[in-house]
């Protein structure tokens, strides 16, 4: 990373379980502002488990993770976080201009009313997506691209610094692709930081400036030419680290701590 | 006590209350296995409009016919809620608590109805509404014994479809076993067992009958046929006790007395459990705690130790603090446990390795710093950033696990930090 | 005002209580939690009973309110700290509580009026008797009706002023807890006030019609309309509908007015599974090629454990 970049996050040491079985080994990597960042890997290699530990939705059992050299809970409003469309129930009695509000929940506050502004913002999203005319659709309704760009307009209703997403091409037609593609990049040439976990390899290499090579460790980090080297991909794509297997398998049939509590960082 | 053996009513009940609660209880092993319990419930609701049916077609209260009401609506509720799941957006718990209301909504209707209409026949029809042990009689309980039998024979016949497909249905659908049959037969069962068991504890309290006695074994053993003997003993201790106190109290009903021993036997099994209890868990936990906490302590030694290779040399607890930073409290609780293990020995008002206690400090800096190495060279981390994760791992190799570490990496003697890998004092 | 008025009152106000209240219940997947609750708050009520005699007053129904949210409570706690299913987490709770309610009616059965079958479905019928009457001997109608009155303008206060709070968590809880919005919160106050409604309502129309409420009208309303607002209105409306037919039904074959009031709400239900303009079965099968979506299925879901 050249020196001039400023760091939108740094993951130290992160080490994350899924049901008392670690995930994720000691993942450490920071991250350059105003960049089109992909998570790219294997399934179950944790990249969801990732995105949702640096959301502060799992509890790591060691290391943190800094946002804009802060804790996640003192910028959260700088912050924006695209779940995977499979999380919610489509079927859900709602509109696309309901969805796209909730962008605007904790800019008005939960107890707040909507105002003139916040549906300006929401209508501004939707336009910006090309959903403008969907407004009152009801979500059960909407294909599975028209889906992920509502997505996208909640998420841009936000007004946020930082974006994360999980998954936001899966499923989606190819038309929709490219308009998702198109709103990425221009989110990134206005200044914003997106981070992306991305379910296609072979796509990866023209999506993103950054790459994070993730299999349960980090194999690689960094500009997508340096990182998507066979050998890297080898490693990521391979077969797995049986030791490392062995030793998550151990700490949770023994219930261990992989924590330590309160402990200062020495050398030994 | 001696009244209660001298009472023929009180054995029948017994008798019966045991039987169906032995029955509902194996059954409601495989009801636990296939996350159903709360469709159990259902189907308990939903038996009530079939008996006032049976009542009203027949004209009487035999038990045979007031069976197969409840079986058939029992049934048909099942097809219901099966229906609505997959015909509506409506979602299991909805289509279960739909049934449940309103199958038990117009069972109520029904008779309350019969009941008002003053027919001279239709008193104690109640009793499967909350179940009334007390007035069981013989043919009763020759009933629930020949349903428990089928149950136990169709148990033990088809065990093992029953549990691959409890356990794992798509892997018995891809091998081509008839899966419908056997989940007929499951849910058949589940229907009989219910419209005996109501008859002792009502139809509120029937899910219990089905899931309490398999959760409550579940916790002693993860073999099925362990868990069926033990939720079988369960539910007729339970029964046994049920019975007892509604004798011995006589203002006392049975059934919430079954239920209530059955909790406190399933609450007890979730504390005390060798393993998955709470409270082994804890222990366990704690002893965990306590491991780390002595090998820390045995490590920071052999730190000390390590610039003028003086391992054996007695240091004090104020030395130890400046290496790692203990709380007191817990450094003195460690440092006399590891004494009395034999790691280390007093000497003045400093403590001194043992033998043994030297041994043991090179094993888990060896850990550390093999870990640590792994992490360099396998993991790709960078030596600054190997450290905190060696911290937590060392405590967790086995001797298997570190012999595979040795292999993996060529028998390194050197750690990412230049340090010596230490393997023999 | 005549007693069938007061009663057709007093059933719509539970009605709607509980509706508007289950159709967030039915949509975060815990209408068998909301069953559960409305079982388990018994030993609360029964305690209730004994402790202030026949008028229970505000203060012992918000005790026993607390034991449903302590049922709530022991779920969880036997969900995450047990790691014991959900299903099983649920039933053991509420019968346990539920056995521990008729236990102490049975012991107490002297001195309290509450008898099991009133436990069951209630004495709505009674309700236009005990009425509140003032030392001049004017009377303002009966208490029951007062006190659900006041229940249902809680309920809908709360949901006016929580109404993005319980949306959001309902809709999408993992972008409630990015935002820093606390799920736990909305839960425990929606299962707060399920604890509540259930408590009052038991007294007139017992635990069946409680969860016939819960569930049954929320689930025809979903069946109706895909607006969530419109689906709190047309859940109150048929909450309304069901307490008038039901009303009726109970007179012409001399049944339990609750039991009658679900049998409606179970035929409102029929016709809009049938019958509704965009959802009904037969609706669609004349309108040929538009299938319902039926959402993500799991294996799970099938009571039958058929496949699609």
């Not at chain 2, 079939?50 to 048909?76: E, Q, R």
């Not at chain 2, 229906?83 to 409506?90: E, H, P, Q, V």
């Not at chain 2, 046929?225 to 339970?238: H, K, N, R, T, V």
């Not at chain 3, 019609?209 to 049954?216: C, G, I, W």
Request: hydrophobic share 50%; charged share 15%; proline share 4%.
């Amino acid at each position: 990373m050249k020196k001039e970049e400023k760091i939108a996050l740094e993951a130290h040491n992160l080490t994350v379980s899924y049901g008392a079985r670690p995930v994720l080994w000691d993942v450490d990597f920071e991250l350059p502002e105003k960049k089109l960042i992909g998570v790219i890997g294997p399934n179950g290699s944790g990249k969801t488990t990732l995105l949702k530990t640096i959301m502060g939705l799992i509890e790591p059992l060691s290391g943190y993770v800094e946002i804009y050299n802060q804790n996640m809970d003192d910028v959260r409003n700088r912050v924006s976080y695209v779940p995977q469309r499979e999380s919610v129930d489509w079927d859900f009695p709602a509109s696309v201009l309901d969805v796209v509000m909730m962008g605007r929940y904790t800019k008005s506050g939960l107890f707040g009313r909507a105002g003139k502004d916040d549906r300006k913002m929401a209508m501004n999203a939707l336009e910006q997506v090309g959903m403008a005319g969907f407004s009152n659709r009801q979500i059960s309704k909407l294909s599975g691209g028209q889906q992920q760009r509502v997505f996208l307009a909640r998420s841009l209703a936000q007004q946020a610094d930082f974006y994360l997403m999980d998954e936001p091409f899966a499923g989606v037609d190819a038309a929709s692709e490219r308009a998702i593609l198109d709103i990425l990049t221009g989110m990134r040439d206005k200044g914003k930081t997106l981070l992306i976990v991305h379910h296609d390899l072979h796509t990866a290499a023209e999506f993103f400036d950054y790459i994070i090579l993730l299999n349960t460790r980090l194999v690689a980090a960094g500009p997508t030419s340096e990182v998507l080297t066979t050998e890297n991909l080898q490693l990521a794509y391979g077969a797995q680290l049986t030791v490392l297997s062995q030793v998550a398998d151990l700490v949770k049939e023994k219930d261990f701590p992989v924590r330590e509590k309160g402990l200062k960082d020495r050398q030994q | 006590m001696s009244n209660f053996w001298n009472d023929p009513n009180a054995i029948i009940v017994l008798l019966g209350t045991v039987l169906l609660s032995m029955g509902a209880a194996v059954v409601g092993n495989f009801t636990f296995l296939r996350k159903r319990a709360l469709v159990g419930d259902a189907v308990a609701h939903s038996v009530l409009p079939g008996i006032c049916v049976a009542f009203l077609i027949s004209g009487s209260k035999d038990p045979i016919w007031l069976m197969l009401g409840a079986v058939i609506a029992g049934w048909i509720s099942l097809l219901v809620m099966d229906f609505i799941i997959r015909k509506t957006r409506l979602k299991a718990d909805t289509a279960t608590g739909l049934v449940l209301s309103v199958f038990f909504g117009l069972g109520i209707f029904m008779l309350t109805s019969i009941q008002h209409s003053g027919n001279a026949s239709q008193t104690g029809l109640d009793k499967f509404l909350f179940g009334n042990a007390a007035s069981m009689m013989e043919r009763d309980v020759y009933i629930f014994a020949g349903t428990a039998v089928i149950l136990l024979i169709l148990t033990l016949v088809f065990y093992r479809p029953f549990r691959l497909v409890s356990f794992n249905r798509e892997f018995a659908e891809s091998i081509g076993m008839p899966v419908w049959f056997y989940e007929f037969l499951l849910s058949t069962m589940t229907v009989l067992a219910v419209a005996s068991g109501i008859q002792a504890v009502g139809v509120v309290l029937m899910a219990a009958l089905l899931i309490t006695p398999a959760a409550a074994g579940r916790y002693w053993t993860d073999k099925l046929p362990i868990m069926m003997l033990l939720s079988a003993l369960f539910a007729g201790i339970s029964a046994w006790g049920g019975t007892w106190v509604s004798f011995a109290v006589p203002s006392m009903p049975t059934g919430p007395w079954i239920i209530m021993f059955l909790s406190i036997i399933a609450i007890t099994s979730i504390l005390i459990a060798p393993q998955r209890g709470i409270v082994a868990r804890n222990r366990l936990r704690r002893r965990n705690e306590s491991k780390i906490l002595r090998e820390n302590i045995l490590k920071t030694f052999y730190y000390l130790g390590q610039a003028n290779r003086d391992f054996k040399i007695p240091r004090t607890a104020q030395d130890l603090l400046e290496i790692r930073g203990f709380s007191v409290k817990e450094l003195q609780l460690g440092l006399r446990l590891e004494s009395k293990i034999g790691n280390l020995v007093r000497n003045g008002n400093g403590w001194a390795l043992s033998d043994e206690g030297l041994a043991e400090s090179f094993r888990i800096v060896r850990l550390h710093r093999l870990w640590e190495m792994y992490l360099n060279k396998r993991l790709h981390l960078k030596p600054d950033h190997v450290h905190q994760g060696a911290e937590a791992i060392e405590h967790v190799i086995t001797p298997e696990l570190e012999k595979l570490l040795e292999e993996e990496l060529g028998h390194p003697t050197l750690d990412p930090h230049q340090s010596e890998i230490p393997y023999l004092p | 005002m005549s007693d069938s008025i007061w009663i057709i009152l007093t059933g719509s106000l539970v009605a709607i209580s509980c509706g508007l209240l289950g159709c967030f219940l039915i949509l975060r997947k815990m209408a068998m939690v909301g069953d559960a609750i409305s079982h388990a708050v018994l030993p609360g009520i029964v305690i209730a009973y004994l402790v202030s005699g026949d008028r229970v007053g505000i203060l012992p129904l918000v005790g026993a309110a607390a034991v449903g949210l302590f049922a709530a409570v022991m779920i969880e706690w036997l969900y995450r700290k047990a790691r014991l299913q959900t299903d099983a987490s649920i039933g053991i709770t509420f019968t346990w509580l539920f056995a521990i309610g008729v236990i102490i009616t049975s012991y107490f059965s002297g001195k309290i009026d509450l008898d099991q079958e009133c436990i069951l479905y209630g004495e709505i019928a009674y309700v236009p008797l005990d009425l509140i009457i003032d030392s001049a001997g004017n009377s303002f109608g009966p208490r029951p009706f007062w006190i659900l009155l006041t229940v249902l303008t809680l309920i809908v206060g709360f949901i006016i002023v929580g109404y993005r709070g319980l949306f959001l968590t309902t809709f999408d809880p993992g972008f409630a807890a990015a935002l820093g919005i606390s799920t736990a919160f909305w839960h425990y106050s929606l299962m707060g006030a399920v604890s509540l409604t259930t408590v009052v309502s038991f007294e007139s129309v017992g635990a069946v019609l409680v969860v016939a409420f819960l569930v049954v009208l929320p689930a025809t309303a979903y069946l109706l309309t895909d607006d969530f607002k419109r689906m709190l209105v047309i859940t109150s409306i048929l909450g309304v509908t069901s307490a008038i037919g039901g009303y009726y039904l109970a007179l012409i074959f001399d049944g339990s007015i609750a039991g009658a009031m679900t049998i409606a709400a179970g035929v409102q239900f029929a016709f809009a599974l049938f019958f509704s303009p965009s959802k009904g079965i037969l609706i669609n099968r004349i309108k040929a090629g538009d299938i319902p979506s039926t959402g993500s299925l799991s294996r799970q879901d099938f009571p039958l454990g058929n496949k699609q």
